[in-house]
């Protein structure tokens, strides 16, 4: 039988409070939504890790690491619906898109839409297609563009936009989003502005607690609107195609002087939502 499309989608910077606050309706019809913990703080390291087939793990006591990621891995066997792989299976180049490629013969896509993971980024490896999309903020474009051939299996990695600042929906006019100094327009600025980080006195009026509770908002309304899209993109793909969505990393949102993520040690800022399966 031939394996499993595979679809994993990511909702950039989404808390896992803030996504079950949302009260999604079609998510949790892949399977329970789980609390688990990303590998890194901020975009870039976080999807490289995704992509070496570590998706954010569940933090377990009492278990040696190695334990840990052979059991992770051979979790694929069921998501791709093979036998076999685990963590030699990678060896020596450990990335997953490469690897679907050369032993399974997967189309291999990528859709983002953080321009820190741009095609010219090292992450643009192993993959068919690569594409940063026109818009930050919209889902449903993706969805526009998916192919799923019956000759060879397709393998797709959805970067969301809609829950990364300013948590903007995708008719929602530019001059209406939410704008805090030093934040907006991160990447352009990079050298100069901080990604997230503990808030200064100075910075006080533009991280005011009303403002954090606003932003926290629209991250809710942000995944509330993601789970009407994620209803079609059940409809768009075929039968055996299995999805895994979850986030990259979390976002602060006024706790203990933080916001955003980056260079934070805080808990929120690596909790995230996991929810995945099958689709007969």
Known sequence: MRPHNYVLVIFDSCRYDTFLEAGPKTIPKLGEVEQRWSYA??????????LMGLLPHSSPKNVYASEYYKKDFFKFNERLGVEDVGFKSLVPQLYFPSFLQKRFNYRTHAMVSLPVLNPRTILNTGFDTFRLMPKHNDMRAMLREMRFPEDRPSFYLLNIGETHYPYALPDEPP?????????????????????????VEDQQAFFDQRKMDLLRDRQVKAVQHLDRVVEELFDLVPNNTYITITADHGELFGEEGFFGHGPIQHNKVFEVPFVEGLLR
Not at 41 to 50: E, G, I, Q, R, V
């Open 175 to 199: 001059e209406e989003w939410p704008r805090i100094s030093g934040v907006h327009g991160v990447f352009r600025h990079l050298d100069t502005h901080i990604v997230g980080g503990k808030l």
């Open 41 to 50: 703080s901020w975009t870039a390291p976080s999807h490289y890790n995704l």
